[in-house]
């Protein structure tokens, strides 16, 4: 595939990862309380609900920042699949370990059940992939011609 081709691809993906985490850290912020309280019921988390819920927008925040910029934008697709592999994780840990499954989520996501939303976050870890790879393809293709 064409160098040009893969740009538009690389730009299209980190688009889409900039509206879902500013939509999703939007929603977090918004709803901080609720957020903080369900981070608050889960076990595994315990005392650290708090950092959590401050850390986790913070994350989508400025890994939506590092996505804008063309210099940045190859830290912006790993913390992207960082992200996303943070967050199917902790899906397939719920799904699998707790009975009761809280949902915090908002907006357009909350009406997923929790195995689209595994199908969902899968489906962006790919797109991290993709893009990460083309992105590695294109510099490798300018120093090649250096």
């Given at each position: 595939?064409?160098?040009?081709?893969?740009?538009?691809?690389?730009?299209?993906?980190?688009?889409?990862?900039?509206?879902?985490?500013?939509?999703?850290?939007?929603?977090?912020?918004?709803?901080?309380?609720?957020?903080d309280?369900?981070?608050?019921?889960l076990?595994?988390?315990?005392?650290?609900?708090?950092?959590?819920?401050?850390?986790?927008?913070?994350?989508?925040?400025?890994?939506?920042?590092?996505l804008?910029?063309?210099?940045?934008?190859?830290?912006?697709?790993?913390?992207?699949?960082?992200?996303?592999?943070?967050?199917?994780?902790?899906?397939?840990?719920?799904?699998?370990?707790?009975?009761?499954?809280?949902?915090?989520?908002?907006?357009?996501?909350?009406?997923?059940?929790?195995?689209?939303?595994?199908?969902?976050?899968?489906?962006?870890?790919?797109?991290?992939?993709?893009?990460?790879?083309?992105?590695?393809?294109?510099?490798?293709?300018?120093?090649?011609?250096?």
């Amino acid at each position: 595939m064409k160098t040009h081709y893969k740009k538009i691809i690389i730009d299209i993906i980190a688009c889409l990862f900039i509206l879902l985490f500013l939509y999703t850290a939007a929603n977090k912020v918004w709803e901080f309380h609720n957020f903080d309280w369900v981070l608050s019921t889960l076990p595994m988390i315990g005392e650290l609900h708090k950092i959590i819920a401050y850390s986790v927008p913070t994350a989508e925040i400025i890994t939506s920042c590092l996505l804008l910029v063309p210099l940045t934008r190859r830290d912006g697709l790993i913390y992207s699949f960082l992200l996303m592999l943070i967050f199917t994780t902790y899906l397939l840990f719920m799904v699998i370990y707790t009975k009761d499954l809280p949902c915090n989520c908002g907006g357009v996501i909350s009406h997923l059940s929790w195995k689209q939303h595994i199908v969902f976050n899968l489906f962006f870890l790919a797109l991290s992939l993709i893009a990460f790879n083309f992105n590695k393809d294109i510099v490798r293709t300018k120093q090649v011609k250096r």
